[in-house]
């Protein structure tokens, strides 16, 4: 629905051809823009409701006794999230203002673009089982292994903490909620205060991913990366990084890759750095952290996939 109307607007009301860039990148633009900070609003809001029940110091007691198994349900939660980099921040944004740890929140940012019901169909479809499978696997140890690595780091003072007013400033533990109504207010006022703080980073952010997605060369990237040779995964990786897009609409041109002959874990590579890696997502998680933890958790994150393209590399020659 959503769709249709971002296609009405553009092509209708504005008047634009079907199917030019212009056009496509327009519609792109409303859609992504809507969704996004639909999902902003509703989730912190959901959160909110949630965290006003729950004493914020129990919260982080309870999450700290978890060890490891935080890590595990948030890659989980990620994986049964179909979500793209970008849709994913607003749950990252309402994980972090409920006060749960910095690493597990970036686990659950890492694995949820890169996993989801309908990618493992496309990629056993184009790939076969055992290779979605791997791949499964290999989402799920590069988010957690990312996040207990970002959570080693101790890296809270690079959060902007003026975002989560309720969170760094208000001790829930002592506010009183009469009726569920009072509930709701909190979740509200939260979500809407950080709906306001960040709504222009998203404008700005799905403005740069619309202008990659419907602007970009494909055909130049796939060539640059077929000659790449044994530099191939962290070339493909660095091409993937400034597009913008799910990993279940760029697996056709991993599969594409593929069957032109670059190896198999230097085309995933390339379509785990669009999901997991972005521009646009690194715009929008500005407003939400310093400039220096989102470095930090590219940096992390794309070492973990040239690891994990050089091992596919090495399982497809044992393979085949």
């Not at 212009?22 to 902003?40: M, Q």
């Not at 970002?150 to 975002?163: A, Q, V």
Request: net charge positive.
């Amino acid at each position: 629905m959503l769709l249709k109307f971002s296609n009405w607007i553009v092509f209708d009301i504005f008047g634009l051809a079907s199917g030019s860039r212009l056009g496509e990148a327009l519609s792109f633009f409303i859609y992504d823009t809507v969704k996004i900070l639909f999902l902003l609003f509703v989730i912190i809001f959901v959160i909110g409701v949630i965290r006003s029940y729950l004493p914020q110091h129990k919260l982080k007691l309870w999450l700290n006794k978890k060890g490891f198994n935080a890590y595990f349900f948030a890659a989980l939660l990620g994986a049964v999230t179909p979500f793209c980099s970008c849709s994913s921040i607003p749950i990252f944004i309402g994980m972090v203002s409920a006060g749960i740890s910095l690493g597990v929140t970036f686990t659950f940012l890492i694995v949820s673009p890169l996993i989801n019901e309908y990618l493992v169909v496309l990629m056993a479809a184009s790939f076969g089982w055992k290779i979605a499978v791997l791949y499964v696997i290999s989402g799920l140890t590069i988010g957690i292994t990312a996040g207990i690595i970002l959570g080693k780091l101790r890296l809270e003072k690079y959060i902007n903490t003026d975002l989560f007013t309720n969170q760094y400033d208000v001790d829930n533990t002592t506010t009183e909620y009469p009726d569920f109504n009072s509930h709701l207010k909190y979740g509200y006022n939260e979500a809407l205060s950080i709906t306001i703080k960040i709504w222009y980073w998203v404008v700005v952010g799905v403005g740069v991913g619309a202008f990659i997605h419907n602007y970009v060369p494909q055909e130049t990237i796939q060539s640059i990366i077929e000659k790449a040779g044994v530099f191939g995964v962290p070339v493909a990786i660095i091409l993937g990084v400034p597009m913008y897009g799910s990993c279940a609409a760029i697996v056709p041109i991993a599969v594409a890759l593929f069957q032109k002959g670059v190896p198999l874990g230097t085309a995933l590579s390339f379509m785990m750095a669009i999901a997991a890696l972005s521009i646009p997502e690194a715009i929008m998680l500005r407003r939400a952290i310093k400039l220096q933890l989102i470095l930090i958790f590219f940096a992390i994150t794309t070492v973990a996939i040239i690891i994990t393209g050089y091992l596919f590399n090495i399982l497809q020659v044992l393979m085949f």
